[in-house]
């Protein structure tokens, strides 16, 4: 009797921790992986457009600035990370900023405006990704 008991609670704490488990999977907030996929999108689109000669300025600069607004959502996307991670999205911010008003009008100029825009995606993702 003893042991059909324990078995029934075992078997029911087993659900229960799966149910939980679970849930706390569904509520992954998906928000840090999209500011980071979309912010990806954008330097997608501006590696294209140097592959493929067609730097536009019109084209550079609204990149530019997506990047640059959505580089502005980062604090608010990785709320629980260390002052460290949110000095490098501001540095991005600004690198972006940067890159945005210098108005790159064609490819090598646009080349050189992402120089440091790059390094700082690479610094944050060398210590944080
Ligand atoms: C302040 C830190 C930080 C900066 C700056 C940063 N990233 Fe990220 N990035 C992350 C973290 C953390 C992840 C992992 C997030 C996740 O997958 O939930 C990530 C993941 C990514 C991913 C992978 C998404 C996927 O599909 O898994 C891409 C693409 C990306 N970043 C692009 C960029 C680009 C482009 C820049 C620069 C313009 C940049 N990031 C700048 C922190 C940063």
Redesign the pocket.
Known sequence: MRVALLIVLGLAIGIIGTVFTMRALDERNPL??AV??T??FH?HQLEQAVKGQRCDATANIEQLQH?QMIAGD?PAA?PDAPQA?QD??SH?RSALQTAAQSAPVDCPALVSALKP??Q??KE??QQ??
């Open positions: 840090p992986h980071m996929v912010m990806g330097r990047m980062i990785f991670f490098l999205a991005l825009v790059d700082v995606c944050c993702h944080y990704r």
